[in-house]
Structures are given as C-alpha cells and as structure tokens.
C-alpha cells in the first residue's frame, strides 16, 4: 500500500540493500526492530532526538499534555516558552515563527527573503538539502544523491530557473553565482553541511558568505535544521561566531515531533502575515504536544551536556580512525560536535564533489556488518550519525566493536 514500503525515501534500503528494519520501540541510545533484535541507534530519528529516545522528562511532559487537549487551533502558553528558548539560544534571532517541518521553514525564510529584497532568484549551494519544495529541490544532496537524481521529476523549470547552484566551499562559485541575472533575493546553506556527509565549512567560508551576498544585495539564510542546537546550543552560528539574517530550525525544536521554526531579524519576520504581507500558514503549527517534546529536550541542553557531545563524538572518531589505520582501508571520518561521516576511498571531503567520489558498494558492505552486529547507521553514504547524550561508553565501545568487524569484512 505505501510505496516501497516507506513514507520517506532515505529510510529504504536501496543504497545499501536488504529491507528496512520495523521498529518498534526506542530506549536511550537503543532500538528494537519488529523481530526483537537491540541495535546501537546512530539515527536518532535523523537528528531530533539529542536526549537520545523516550527521554522519561520528554515523555512525562508530552503525556501530560496530551490528556489536557492535543490542540486548539489558537496560541497556546508553551508556544512563548518555545520561542523563548530559542530567541534566548540563537544571537541573530529577535523573531521566530513556529511552523511543522524543516520544508516549510525553510519554504517560508525563501518567501520571506523575496517578500523583503522584490527579488526572486535564489542561490544554493550542491549537496546542501533544504526540504522537498519544488524552488530548494536543485541538487539537493543526500535523499536525491542515494538514489542517483540530481534534481526531482515533477518540479517545473520555470521554477528550478530560479535557484543557482554554487560548489560548497567554493568563494569563487558563489561570486560568480552572485554576479548571474536576476540579482539574487538569498543564499541559503547549511553552515555545516551535513546532507553530504558531515562536511565542515572551511575557515573564513562563512563569513565570506555572508560579506558577499551583503555586498550584493542577498539576505543570507542559515538553514540550522540539523545543526540548530547540535554543534552548539546556539547553532553553527554560535560555534563559528557568524550572524544570518534568517535561521531555520527544525529537528531537535520538536524534541522528535514535528515543529520546525523560523527565525531572524524582528524586521523580516515582521513582514510574516498577519502584519506584514508575506502569507504563511498552518493548521498544526506550533501544536502544544510538540512544542513540549522541543522544549523539554531543549531543557536538557546544558553547557556539560555540550561537553559530553563533544567528548561522545570526538572518541568515536578518533575509535574509528584508529581501526580505519590499522585495517589498512581508505576512508576519513569528518566530524563537527556530535555529527559524523565515515566517507570511504577517499582522503577528505570538502564539497559535494568530493562526496561523490566516495566508494557508495564499500559503504554498503560496512552498513550490512555493522547492522549484523547489531549498529543501526543512516542506510545512505551520504548521511551524518546522530551521536546523542543516552550515547556513553559503553555504546562507542559497541559501535567500534561492530566497526572492527566491518573494517575486518
Ligand atoms: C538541513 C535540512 N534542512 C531542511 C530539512 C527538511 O526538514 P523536514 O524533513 O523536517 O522537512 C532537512 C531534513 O533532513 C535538513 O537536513
């Protein structure tokens, strides 16, 4: 009845082979499939779930919410605590608009940019993924990447038209994406590019970023969709001291339901309706059961929950660069905080160009290993693993183990 038996596409199997597991139940750092096989889970939801999963405070709090009413359709009180969370975590936001899904905020920040500039064109960088709105879907990284397109069928070129492509890490594309006709109304990235991979910004990326679309006109907007509160409380922005016009958020804000967010100066988002004229809507946005699961889950990210990211994370990596050394195998682990690649037969990955030349069958075998062994990795090459906090030593101890054997295989 569902086709191929997913509701997202990134969650079969097809760059790895085999069937996807049914998962039933979730605990910490754990899942359990259908069949009652434990796996060490380096998903997490796809990045949502830093508490790790069925957090007690996220449940409690969610459970008791639900019984008072599951949403209104009017303001709710946990919607300011949301957004007070978030104006407090994110330097460059005075304003933030809840919505449903990282698609739709970064949907509504491009509606916004043009709303603001009475531009239209929009540059994006390969392998970055904003969501599946038809303008942001132009090589769009690791969902179209895994299953070899490019681009989606279905979307319109008069609409594509007005999306620019520049190379990640590449100054000289982004001036010469900038230059083209119509001048641009946005340039949209992920600061730390995690749809290809994990593939940090080069120093100096960003704030070139920013100073060229200034000087051109261009709002810059961070899509910290992932990276919002995971490379820092205060995002990629806060780690790299770099200030966008506009942030979207998403993931981690719904603690693992569904709310994402936009933010930025209080001017743009002014213009959102009802007060300004950019038209933006949604019957579930800022539902009162989600927004308890975010801000709960934001409740818990304190400065030493930061400190054990990083030290979760930055032990991994150094475990798997250690067996990667002495299996003799070529490959890299690329990591920011508490998201990480392992990106096989070659030496670093700085763009998406890089990413592509990655050993996709090589990949494959290690996932099956480690699956084998009882490891639950993102099904594609081009994914980042969610290290959350339920993730200790005992859990790296688990994953290096598996990863010995995959390197082995
Ligand atoms: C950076 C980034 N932006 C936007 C999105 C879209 O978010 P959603 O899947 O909630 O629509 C994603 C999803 O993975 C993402 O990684």
């Not at 038209?161 to 006709?181: F, I, P």
């Not at 006109?217 to 790299?240: C, H, K, N, P, T």
Request: aromatic share 6%; with cysteine.
């Amino acid at each position: 009845m569902i086709p191929a038996g997913v509701n997202s596409p990134v969650r079969a199997w097809r760059a790895v082979g085999g069937d996807p597991r049914f998962i039933v139940r979730g605990r910490g750092a754990y899942v359990w499939d259908a069949d009652g096989n434990e796996y060490v889970d380096l998903v997490c939801a796809w990045g949502p779930l830093i508490a790790g999963h069925a957090h007690p405070e996220v449940v409690q709090a969610v459970s008791n919410v639900a019984r008072r009413g599951t949403g209104f359709g009017a303001p709710t009180p946990v919607e300011i605590e949301l957004a007070e969370a978030i104006v407090g975590a994110f330097a460059s936001i005075e304003k933030v608009r809840l919505v449903t899904s990282g698609t739709e905020a970064t949907m509504t920040a491009i509606r916004i940019a043009r709303g603001a500039t009475g531009r239209a064109r929009v540059i994006k960088f390969n392998g970055c993924y904003h969501g599946h709105s038809d303008g942001l879907l132009v090589r769009a990284g690791s969902g179209a990447a895994t299953f070899g397109v490019p681009d989606s069928a279905g979307v319109p070129p008069e609409i594509s038209r007005l999306t620019s492509v520049a190379e990640y890490n590449d100054v000289e594309s982004l001036r010469a994406a900038l230059a083209e006709d119509p001048p641009p109304a946005a340039v949209i990235l992920e600061p730390v590019a995690a749809n290809m991979g994990v593939v940090p910004p080069a120093p100096g990326f960003l704030e070139t970023v920013v100073e060229l679309a200034h000087r051109a006109g261009a709002l810059v907007i961070f899509d910290e969709v992932i990276s919002g509160f995971r490379v820092a409380r205060g995002g990629a922005q806060e780690r790299y001291g770099i200030h966008p016009d506009l942030t979207c958020l998403g993931k981690i804000v719904g603690g693992g339901l569904p709310v994402a967010a936009v933010g930025g100066r209080g001017d743009l988002l002014d213009l959102l309706a009802p007060t300004g004229p950019v038209y933006q809507a949604g019957t579930l946005s800022g539902n009162p059961i989600a927004c308890t699961a975010g801000r709960e889950t934001i409740r818990l990210l304190t400065e030493g929950a930061y400190d054990a990211l990083e030290a979760h994370g930055a032990r991994l990596e150094a475990g798997l660069r250690d067996l990667i050394r002495s299996a003799g195998a070529e490959a890299c682990v690329q990591r920011v905080g508490s998201l990480l690649t392992v990106f096989f037969g070659v030496r670093a990955v700085r763009d998406f160009r890089d990413a592509q030349a990655t050993d996709a069958d090589v990949f494959a075998r290690f996932f099956r290993v480690m699956i084998e062994h009882g490891v639950n990795l993102p099904p594609s090459p081009y994914e980042a693993w969610f290290v959350s906090l339920a993730h200790g030593d005992a859990e790296i101890d688990r994953i290096l183990a598996a990863a010995r054997h995959a390197l082995a295989a």
